[in-house]
């Protein structure tokens, strides 16, 4: 089967390290993926630890709890690695800890 | 009909009758099997008075998930929570570290049971099967001991409105351990037992 999603690059600042992330797959999946060990406890947008920000770009959050992070939040660059889907090449920096 | 300060007092009645059945079975039994199950048919008792919980009463999630303190103990005791989840609002399986009750109002969600299969030796990694499976509906429930793993998708297309039991309130929750199939991994939420 061909996959359509398209890729963007996205840059994980704390690691000084640029990954592929399909439209269709989350910061944190393309992490794991290549390797980089990313602050993660839920995944699923519950817990907050994957909490980071977006320094450029646009993402797409997957569904999560109000308690994880907050719409206020949103708007001011702040996501979750576990929830969110690149829309264009991304640099995002995680908050949970300064190094991994 | 009643206002909106004469149902949350009968709410708030209901909940306190609640509570003081379950030390009424736990008191006797302790926290057995057989106590949690009979909990859960009281907690789906109550759950089923749906007009005891109009939404109106309860602010919508502004994302996917919100939960809204129902009733909590002093004393380190149990939590109640009215929990609302929007379609998509999942979370992974999960090891609360203390025994939990669900309970549907309206709505529906999926909730999955694990086992864990490694030796829990190589530390951040983990295998999980799954075990079995329940929705979490109108006069339907669940109930998990203390290190029952489960997961949850709200299903359908109307937001799961549940009401939840705990062990301990959320604020004081032991660490949460939560696994990964897709990668082999666990990790675990610091615990809130030291919380004041």
Redesign the interface.
Known sequence: MTNTHEAFQVTIANKAQTISCASDQTIL?AA?AAGLDYP????????A?CISKIENGTVS???????????AQVKTGLTLACRAQPRSDVTITWLARTAG | MASRADMATRRARACAALLAQVHGITDKEGITPSALHAIKLKLVALARRAELFPLSDFTMPEAQGRTHPLLLEDNDGHGLYLTIGLPGKEAAPHDHGIWCINAGISGRERNRFYRRTDDGRTPQHATVIQVGEVVVEPGHGMAMADHDIHSTEVVGHEPSVQLALYGYALARFPSVSWFHPAFSSVRATASRRHAA
């Open positions: 999946q794991i993660y406890a839920c995944a699923t947008g519950n817990c630890t959050l997957l569904p999560r709890a109000d308690a994880a992070l907050r719409e």
